[in-house]
């Protein structure tokens, strides 16, 4: 009887070291920026909701890549208090890698960075829908203390040029 027991209880701690550890990876998946390769897309999108594209241009093996994104723009992104100041995404460039660009046409990543002067990652800039830089750039992770206000106040700006450019439409009532 104690042997079926602790088969039992062997069985469920199985069970629920499997299940937890689904659930652990669904949760880490929802807690990652998207990386885009449809320009295109992205700008329908922010031009939708009238919002930049802050896009942070990574690499492979960039420590300072990940620290940017797991201590500052995923934490925007779950604050839920971004979701109608900025679209969010993240792009990686590597050899061969390519992208569709604002007009649909296919791209090397590494032309699409120099477009924005990229040459260090992560480069973080602010795009309205056509691509167009709409706030001074963020190159590196040179004071982590200020990073977020940084970005603040980038988007900030990047906001306020799109939307001042951009009236909004009010419909009054009759």
């Known amino acids: 009887m104690a042997k079926r027991i602790s088969a039992i209880y062997l069985s469920f701690a199985l069970v629920f070291a499997s299940v937890s550890g689904v659930f652990a990876a669904e949760k880490d998946d929802a807690h990652t920026i ?29 420590a300072y890549c990940v620290r940017v994104e797991k201590e500052f723009l995923i934490p925007m992104q779950i604050s839920g208090d971004y979701v109608q100041r900025a679209v969010i995404r993240k792009m990686k460039i590597a050899y061969g890698n390519t992208v569709r660009d604002f007009d649909g046409k296919r791209i090397d990543a590494d032309e699409f960075a120099a477009r924005y002067n990229v040459s260090v990652t992560p480069t973080v800039v602010f795009l309205d829908e056509k691509g167009r830089q709409l706030a001074p750039k963020r190159v590196g992770l040179m004071t982590p203390d200020f990073y977020g206000g940084y970005l603040d106040e980038s988007i900030d700006t990047a906001l306020d040029m799109l939307r001042r450019n951009k009236p909004l439409r009010v419909t009054l009532g009759d």
């Not at 320009?39 to 922010?46: E, G, L, M, R």
């Open 34 to 62: 998207s990386e885009v390769t449809d320009f295109s897309q992205i700008a329908q999108i922010s031009a939708e909701k009238r919002m930049p594209l802050v896009l942070m241009f990574s690499s492979e093996y960039c």
